[in-house]
């Protein structure tokens, strides 16, 4: 069974770092794609960055957030910097077991998700 566990978020002031973690089991998803989406109070998932032989980003977070793997320990991360009350959310990370390569912003393209961690800015 393969599984995702996500783990890192909390509570952090505005302007402060967090870096979200998520271990892949079952499987590798050692090149394949994986992704990092958010989901805020009332509001349906949204796609955050992904990584595949490169890294991507939606504009809001570009130059604020980095999405990274670890490929020996099947393990991808996002570090979040400058961060601030919108960014509030739950963070979701997924993986594809097929490579793909037309859209990773879209939720249909992804087959595993973990159960999402708490990330909460405020002071």
């Known amino acids: 069974q393969v599984q995702l566990l996500e783990s890192g978020g909390g509570l952090v002031e505005p302007g402060g770092s967090l870096r979200l973690s998520c271990v892949a089991s079952g499987r590798t998803f050692n090149d394949y794609p994986i992704a990092w989406f958010l989901q805020a109070p009332g509001k349906g998932r949204e796609y955050v960055a992904a990584?595949?032989?490169?890294?991507f980003y939606t504009d809001s977070v570009k130059d604020r957030f980095t999405i990274s793997r670890d490929d020996d320990r099947n393990t991808m991360f996002l570090q979040m910097h400058s961060l601030n009350p919108e960014d509030t959310a739950v963070y979701y990370c997924?993986?594809?077991?097929?490579?793909?390569?037309?859209?990773?912003?879209?939720?249909?393209?992804?087959?595993?998700w973990g159960q999402g961690t708490q990330v909460t800015v405020s002071s």
């Open positions: 997924a993986a594809s077991a097929n490579r793909f390569n037309r859209d990773y912003s879209l939720r249909r393209n992804y087959e595993y």
């Open positions: 990584t595949f032989r490169g890294t």
